[in-house]
């Protein structure tokens, strides 16, 4: 009997990083996601299967993928947050996002833990590990990131303002 494929947190980073690279060949994109060519390979593939990805291409489906990333992903990879600590900043304390929620909106500082961390706030455990290394090496993809937390730990307007950024950035209205 087969067993029911699902999707996994990294798979979010994934498509996200082929919206932000289309076609990107498995070797760039293992690298730039800092994992192993066959993990990025099975990844598109649980991609694929959920329809996210078209089959038989690394395309991203962006209609499928904004309404996951904006209906989905907070029940498929509810957030797990852990004490204070030093972290690089996700969600509303990400610098390019924390300005959109000024004005009674303002959201706690929240970071992935991270040795050598500069913003103390409320840790969440990241999608997946590695995501620090990650968004160090690419700005666009930690932003990218920061938004999907958003969407998962923030409530109904902060959720509206994440969404509106990520369908800006990357053309999936």
């Known amino acids: 009997m087969p067993t029911q494929p699902s999707l996994r947190p990294f798979d ?3 498509a996200l990083r082929l919206l ?3 076609e990107d060949r498995y070797e760039p994109l293992a690298n730039a996601l800092a994992t192993s060519t066959s993990a990025a390979h ?3 593939a649980r991609l694929q299967h959920a329809g996210l990805c078209e ?3 690394r395309t991203v489906n962006r209609s499928a993928c904004r309404e996951f990333l904006v209906h989905g992903v907070r029940y498929a990879f509810p957030p797990v947050h852990g004490p204070e600590r030093l972290g690089m900043p996700t969600a509303g304390s990400h610098p390019e996002l924390s300005p959109l929620f000024g004005n009674g909106s303002a959201m706690k500082s929240i970071v992935w833990p991270m040795e050598g961390g500069v913003v103390r ?3 969440l455990v990241p999608l997946f590990n590695g995501v620090t290394k990650v968004a160090t090496r690419d700005a666009r993809l930690h932003h990218l990131l920061a938004c999907v937390d958003v969407i998962r730990v923030g409530n109904s307007a902060q959720r509206d303002v994440a969404a509106d950024v990520l369908a800006q950035r990357l053309s999936l209205a």
């Open 121 to 123: 706030g409320e840790a």
């Open 42 to 44: 099975r990844s598109v």
């Open 12 to 14: 979010v980073a994934v």
């Open 55 to 57: 089959p038989s291409s």
């Open 20 to 22: 932000l690279v289309p």
